[in-house]
């Protein structure tokens, strides 16, 4: 009797405490009633139900949840084959369609992947390459997550956000661009060495030049300097020698003579000559 | 245990006699149970308390008091510490680095492949949204981290990435990174964005090296014919300054001699004057003086008589056929 009055005070606390419902800022409940929706709590805070087993309380998650697709080959409109990684964060916005439809995380994950790869699939065929990889990334980013919503509206999930965290090429096609990237640079190698060889022989040239009109330049100027001093010395000599003509001329003459006789010299001297007379006299 | 008869209803049952000898026990479970909501905030913390579930209050640093669990409950996110986050490689505990290349290599928007890798760093800008609107923090600003990169590395060609867009992509990123996290009400701020090491996949960096070794080698060739310019030009314009200045001696000679030439003259036409014949003739004869002795003197007495072909032999030193 003791242990039974007992197990019935137990049973009055887990009844009272079974009407209690904390709701989490990270959480919204559902309440069913013998599986029927009664009440859907989305505000945080003290809330009272019925004891189980009449109302149970269903929990979800209220935060923005993740969910890392696995990455997919998919081809672009230029049918070049692309690994699209992507990444969504989405939240339960109806908790009761939420549990009526998928029930729970795993299941609406396996859904979010149909969705979101299908329609990443039809988005990514619209654009070529080039287009994925530069400036229609967020434009496709945004789409995908338009069109993902309205497929995920049916299940109580809105998604906030699909984003591409990664374009890659397949492995097969990498060797190929690093094949292109590995001419690009010869090329631009190749082009900066002729270049290079362009400007030293153009400097080289340049400089020969320079150097010749240098030199000639100098000649000019020393041939003109040289002139001067031809004709200054013409002048002062005409100026001298123009005193008289006559004497300068027997001057020279003999200074001439003076020059040009030398020890091999035979001197022939007609009998009438000037210096024979001079020397018989 | 003693019992107590009670009416419930028509019927009687027994409930528990309240046993007083237990009432300091209890006073001090109750107690300890209000003991339990004392809580420190440290220096770099906010305490962030939920009253059932719901978020109630944010408390500062210190010593502070909440209702016990399950009435309230706190947090303490520590919003002044700067979380790290490494993208493309990764920090071992030796302090060396792995680099993990399938973040780190890329595409560029004219499609060639850069390898990237980047440190992102954060701190919590609004406890309550950083603790009630998202889950695994750190995952979500990898994973925005990764997305911003590739989009504004996407947006760059090879030749900005690898040198002058570096900064660009950075700070590009750094915002980027900021707007999907604001997107998710994440409550994070992205302190800095720093681009470590942007550099080409090792596949074919030996091509990236030889561009701007072939960039030092047109350097070099250009120094190089500098040189031959900076040695040759001088030497050049000295040659010249040489032939000028050679000239100009020549020219100041050639004056020089002439007024001394000129000054001799005047100087013996002076003594010429005052006695012309006199002087002539002894100028003549002196020269002669000078020149003619010891050298070979042939004379012929008449003019008529004189054959110069008969003389040709006469002297055997001069040659002349035999």
Redesign the interface.
């Known amino acids: 009797?003791?242990r039974l009055?007992?197990a019935i005070?137990s049973l009055v606390i887990l009844f009272v405490l079974s009407t209690i419902i904390?709701?989490?800022?990270?959480?919204q409940v559902v309440i069913l009633q013998f599986g029927k929706p009664v009440k859907i709590i989305k505000?945080?805070?003290?809330n009272f139900k019925l004891p189980a087993p009449i109302q149970v309380l269903n929990s979800f998650?209220?935060?923005?949840?993740?969910y890392?697709v696995p990455p997919e080959e998919i081809l672009s409109r230029d049918k070049k084959s692309l690994i699209v990684d992507n990444?969504v964060?989405w939240r339960i916005v109806d908790p009761l369609l939420f549990l009526q439809t998928v029930r729970a995380i795993p299941t609406a994950k396996t859904r979010l992947d149909d969705i979101v790869y299908s329609e990443l699939r039809q988005e990514l065929g619209n654009h070529d390459?080039?287009e994925i990889?530069?400036?229609a990334?967020?434009f496709i980013m945004e789409k995908v997550t338009l069109a993902s919503n309205e497929e995920t509206n049916k299940y109580g999930i809105e998604v906030?956000?699909v984003?591409?965290?990664?374009?890659?090429?397949p492995r097969e096609n990498?060797a190929s661009?690093?094949a292109?990237?590995?001419a690009?640079?010869?090329r631009?190698?190749?082009?900066?060495?002729s270049?290079?060889?362009e400007?030293?022989?153009?400097?080289?040239a340049?400089?020969?030049r320079?150097?010749t009109v240098?030199?000639a330049?100098?000649?000019k100027?020393?041939?003109?300097?040289?002139g001067?001093?031809?004709a200054?010395?013409?002048d002062?000599?005409a100026?001298?020698?123009s005193?008289?003509p006559e004497?300068?001329e027997?001057?020279r003459t003999?200074e001439t003579?003076?020059k040009v006789?030398?020890?091999?010299?035979?001197?022939?001297?007609?009998?009438?000559s000037k210096?024979?007379k001079?020397?018989t006299q | 245990?003693a019992?107590r008869r009670v009416m419930f209803g028509d019927q009687e049952?027994?409930?528990?006699e309240f046993n007083f000898k237990i009432l300091p026990l209890l006073g001090a479970a109750f107690a300890l149970w209000l003991f339990t909501g004392v809580y420190m905030v440290g220096p770099d913390e906010v305490g962030v308390v939920?009253?059932?579930?719901?978020?109630t209050r944010v408390t500062q640093s210190g010593l502070n008091y909440h209702f016990p669990y399950?009435i309230e409950q706190v947090n303490t996110p520590a919003i002044t510490e700067v979380k790290r986050i490494e993208i493309g490689f990764r920090t071992l505990n030796n302090g060396q680095y792995r680099t993990v290349e399938?973040e780190s290599?890329?595409?560029?928007?004219d499609?060639?492949?850069v390898d990237a890798e980047m440190i992102v760093q954060y701190k919590i800008k609004d406890p309550v949204a950083y603790?009630?609107?998202?889950?695994?923090p750190e995952?979500?600003v990898r994973?925005?981290a990764?997305?911003s990169l590739?989009?504004v590395v996407?947006?760059n060609n090879?030749d900005e990435t690898l040198t002058t867009g570096k900064f660009k992509i950075q700070e590009g990123t750094k915002i980027q990174i900021q707007l999907?996290l604001d997107?998710?009400?994440?409550g994070i701020h992205v302190v800095a964005v720093q681009l470590q090491d942007v550099s080409?996949?090792k596949?074919?960096i030996g091509?990236?090296k030889?561009?701007a070794?072939?960039?030092e080698?047109?350097?070099?060739?250009?120094n190089?014919?500098?040189g031959?310019?900076n040695d040759?030009?001088p030497k050049?314009?000295g040659?010249?300054?040489a032939?000028?200045r050679?000239?100009?001696g020549?020219?100041?000679?050639?004056?020089k001699?002439?007024?001394g030439?000129?000054?001799k003259?005047?100087t013996?036409?002076k003594e010429?004057?005052k006695a012309k014949s006199i002087t002539?003739?002894r100028?003549?004869?002196e020269?002669?003086e000078?020149?003619?002795p010891?050298?070979?003197?042939?004379?012929?007495?008449?003019?008529d008589s004189?054959n110069?072909l008969n003389?040709l032999n006469l002297?055997p030193g001069?040659g002349g056929n035999k």
């Open positions: 009797m003791k009055s007992i005070f904390v709701v989490d800022e990270t959480e505000e945080p805070g003290l998650e209220k935060r923005l949840l993740e890392d990444y964060r390459m080039h990889i530069t400036e990334r967020e906030i956000d984003r591409i965290r990664r374009v890659d090429l990498e661009i690093y292109r990237m590995e690009e640079r010869k631009q190698a190749n082009k900066f060495r270049e290079g060889e400007e030293a022989q153009k400097i080289r340049a400089t020969d320079d150097k240098l030199l330049e100098a000649y100027t020393s041939q003109q300097i040289r001067e001093g031809e200054e010395a013409l002062i000599y100026v001298s020698f005193k008289d004497f300068y027997f001057i003999l003579y003076e006789i030398d020890k091999k010299t035979t001197l022939v001297l007609p009998g009438d210096l024979f001079a020397l | 245990m019992t049952v027994e409930i528990p939920r009253t059932f579930g719901e978020y399950p399938k290599l890329m595409l560029t928007g499609a060639n492949i603790l009630f609107n998202i889950v695994e995952l979500t994973q925005a990764e997305a590739r989009t996407g947006r090879i999907i997107k998710y009400e994440s080409p996949p596949e074919v091509a990236f030889d561009v070794s072939a960039k080698d047109k350097n070099r060739m250009v190089q014919a500098e031959y310019r040759v030009i050049a314009r040659e010249a300054e032939m000028i050679d000239a100009e020549f020219k100041q000679a050639r004056i001699r002439s007024e030439d000129a000054a003259f005047t013996i036409l010429y004057r002539q003739k100028l003549y004869l020269t002669m000078r020149v003619l010891g050298i070979e003197k042939i004379i012929i007495p008449d003019k004189g110069m003389l002297n001069k």
